[in-house]
T-cell receptor
Framework: EAQVTQNPRYLITVTGKKLTVTCSQN?????MSWYRQDPGLGLRQIYY???????DKGDVPEGYKVSRKEKRNFPLILESPSPNQTSLYFC??????????????FGSGTRLTVV | QKEVEQDPGPLSVPEGAIVSLNCTYS??????FMWYRQYSRKGPELLMY????GNKEDGRFTAQVDKSSKYISLFIRDSQPSDSATYLC???????????FGGGTRVLVKP
């Protein structure tokens, strides 16, 4: 089954404790991206990657890091989480070819709570 | 002011009714317009995708784009309880590296 898999689904952590949210896709997509979803603010892009070893900042990159060492994986790293990073996080992927790039496949989300 | 505005709802309709959803936007560079459906505790899934102006129909779903008014719409005919979800509009300029999303409209279809 074609899918984007995120882990963990739920995570409660303490301020300052480094964490990684994993994202893996099995569709051989070039483009991958991370979004956060907050009430009243909708989905906002954190980082994106057009292909292996190519990453760039989205609208809200502060406090986050990413890497793209393999085509299928795009982990999101919070080096020192703070309470304002409490949110619902989604990983998405799409083919980087013409108009297809706009048809994202999303993961099921990671609900992160930082206390 | 947000680039994409969407009424949060909830929009409650009886089963079989037509659901009408819309978004307004301010960036005239947007050329690609999408509608995503998001069920509770799930990621968004792509419903409809249109380029530039005009209408597109897919089964019970019709998407319309009016670029002169910077206004897009999604209509759901013969609505079913399984259509109960949050509907997100999204858009991008050509060559854009991200989608700009509306905040989503929650729809409830009552049996």
């Amino acid at each position: 089954e074609a899918q984007v898999t995120q882990n963990p689904r739920y995570l409660i952590t303490v301020t300052g404790k480094k964490l990684t949210v994993t994202c893996s896709q099995n569709m051989n997509h070039e483009y991958m991206s991370w979004y956060r979803q907050d009430p009243g603010l909708g989905l906002r892009q954190i980082y994106y990657s057009m292909n292996v070893e190519v990453t760039d900042k989205g609208d809200v990159p502060e406090g986050y890091k990413v890497s793209r060492k393999e085509k299928r994986n795009f982990p999101l790293i919070l080096e020192s989480p703070s309470p304002n990073q409490t949110s619902l996080y989604f990983c998405a992927s799409s083919p980087n070819s013409g108009d297809s790039i706009y048809g994202y496949t999303f993961g099921s989300g990671t609900r992160l709570t930082v206390v | 002011q947000k680039e994409v505005e969407q009424d949060p709802g909830p929009l409650s309709v009886p089963e079989g009714a037509i659901v009408s959803l819309n978004c307004t936007y301010s960036n005239s560079a947007f050329q690609y317009f999408m509608w995503y459906r998001q069920y509770s505790r799930k990621g968004p899934e792509l419903l409809m995708y249109t380029y530039s102006s005009g209408n597109k129909e897919d089964g019970r779903f019709t998407a319309q784009v009016d670029k002169s008014s910077k206004y897009i719409s999604l209509f759901i005919r013969d609505s079913q309880p399984s259509d109960s979800a949050t509907y997100l509009c999204a858009m991008s300029p050509p060559g854009g590296n991200k989608l700009t999303f509306g905040g989503g409209t929650r729809v409830l279809v009552k049996p």
